[in-house]
């Protein structure tokens, strides 16, 4: 009796995404990647319920055969494009220029096999970083040698 | 210039270093300087494919060209680090290959340069102390040395000092003073290292690549080209992980703001090499920077930048 209990169980955590009409309705999408679209509705909770997105939403990408995501991070802030990926997959640079021309800021998120996100920023041009903060203490001769000494 | 010559020049590390940087700063050189630079044909030398610039004209020409390059040499009076490096510069391929194009490069045909070294190197071979004079000053040397062994006060048992006087009193038999042992003075200043306008005239610029393009360095030579043309300065960046190291001027007076990884359209690489490359980029305040050559000459220039998001 217990065992059925613990069977069923054990079903309901797999069973919940399948059974999740967004997880269905990207299914739907056809991409034929089940992966990607595994990827792409890890990425959709995590935006929408942990990060709290605003309108997030999906839809098939038509030169690639992938599902993406767009939401704004703050209500009334631009739009965005999400591009999710499970972390051993292949990239080239041509199909991120093809998301890019979408023209909406974009971020790749790659999705690995525990389910942990890492969210990369992809801008097209030269972007400057953002230069280190101060406030700048140069070393004197003591500090270096005390260092040294150390060391 | 009369302080060029190589010949009498013999500068100190620290003046080097110095007055290296105040003579290639492009900020500091003067409007007529730069035109000569532009002007200027570099003598280059080549190590199997290597390209090596020996004469510091040279140097500030390509300096003020904005081509970086690397030193590789070591410094007469401190030998033994490698915080300050000195001369020859090491060109890029890509570095050589844009001076190609430009005309502004110089190399002798291997042919040329042999004969001449070699003709050069039997000569100051004579004129050094010869082989049999070296030969008697080595011998004294020996011999001094065993009997400076043999006087100083170590605690060495008596068999020893008779071996020792035993070897001493035979060294003049058995001595030999291997060829390899042999000091021999070049003088670099005439060594193929000057090429004076009239050595120009039968000095050949090689323009044709070494052996075949592949397609890799093809892209890299299509973005350095492009970069070096919208004003940045590029060095190698085998530290990072990358292609090249851009900076927004002069590498000595600013930090590298990119990364730059040479990419074709097509190529696809895996989504953790690409965390790999914008973790570090991250860790160093640099942007990665994904550049790839179009079909049309152009190149696209992608980005690559934490997002903040944790």
């Not at chain 1, 319920?49 to 993406?68: C, D, G, I, Q, T």
Request: aromatic fraction near 6%; hydrophobic fraction near 35%.
């Amino acid at each position: 009796m217990s065992e059925s209990g613990d069977e069923s169980e054990k079903k309901q955590p797999t069973n919940w995404i399948q059974q999740h009409p967004v997880y269905q309705g990207m299914k739907s999408l056809e991409v034929g990647d089940s992966a990607q679209i595994h990827a792409a509705f890890l990425v959709y909770m995590d935006l929408s319920e942990a990060r709290h997105w605003n309108e997030v939403s999906y839809m098939k990408s038509p030169e690639l055969e992938v599902v993406l995501l767009e939401g704004r991070e703050i209500e009334g802030g631009p739009v965005q494009t999400v591009l999710p990926l499970p972390v051993h997959q292949n990239v080239n640079h041509r199909s991120l220029r093809r998301v890019l021309d979408r023209g909406f800021p974009l971020l790749l998120c790659a999705v690995g096999s525990d389910s942990t996100l890492v969210y990369q920023r992809m801008t097209d041009g030269l972007v400057t970083p953002d230069p280190p903060v101060g406030p700048f203490q140069d070393v004197d001769r003591r500090h270096q040698r005390k260092r040294r000494q150390q060391d | 210039m009369a302080t060029d010559d190589p010949g009498n020049r013999r500068p100190s590390p620290l003046s080097l270093s110095s007055s290296f940087r105040q003579g290639l700063m492009s900020d500091q050189i003067s409007e007529e300087q730069e035109a000569e630079s532009q002007s200027h044909v570099v003598a280059v030398s080549l190590v199997d494919s290597t390209p090596l610039l020996w004469r510091m004209q040279d140097l500030r020409a390509v300096r003020g060209q904005g081509l970086v390059g690397a030193l590789v040499g070591s410094l007469a009076r401190v030998p033994r680090q490698n915080g300050r490096m000195g001369r020859p510069l090491q060109l890029l391929q890509e570095e050589q290959r844009l001076l190609g194009e430009q005309g502004a490069i110089a190399m002798a045909t291997r042919k040329q340069v042999s004969e001449e070294r070699r003709s050069l190197v039997f000569e100051s071979f004579d004129s050094y102390r010869s082989y049999e004079e070296q030969t008697v000053l080595a011998l004294e040397d020996k011999k001094s040395s065993l009997l400076r062994a043999m006087t100083t006060p170590t605690p060495h048992t008596e068999s020893k000092h008779v071996a020792l006087r035993g070897h001493l009193e035979t060294l003049d038999h058995h001595f030999t003073f291997p060829r390899s042992g042999l000091a021999v003075q070049l003088s670099t200043a005439r060594a193929g290292l000057t090429y004076c306008p009239e050595d120009r005239v039968y000095l050949q610029a090689d323009r044709s690549p070494r052996g075949p393009v592949s397609p890799q360095s093809e892209a890299k030579y299509q973005v350095f080209r492009d970069l070096r043309g919208r004003g940045f300065y590029l060095t190698s960046a085998g530290k990072f992980g990358g292609d090249f190291l851009v900076y927004p001027g002069d590498p000595l007076r600013f930090h590298s703001h990119f990364i730059a990884i040479c990419l074709s359209l097509d190529e696809s690489m895996c989504l953790l090499d690409v965390l790999t490359v914008a973790r570090l980029g991250s860790n160093v305040k640099k942007t990665v920077l994904l550049c790839s050559a179009t079909p049309e000459g152009g190149v696209v220039y992608t980005s690559l930048q934490w997002s903040g998001m944790v």
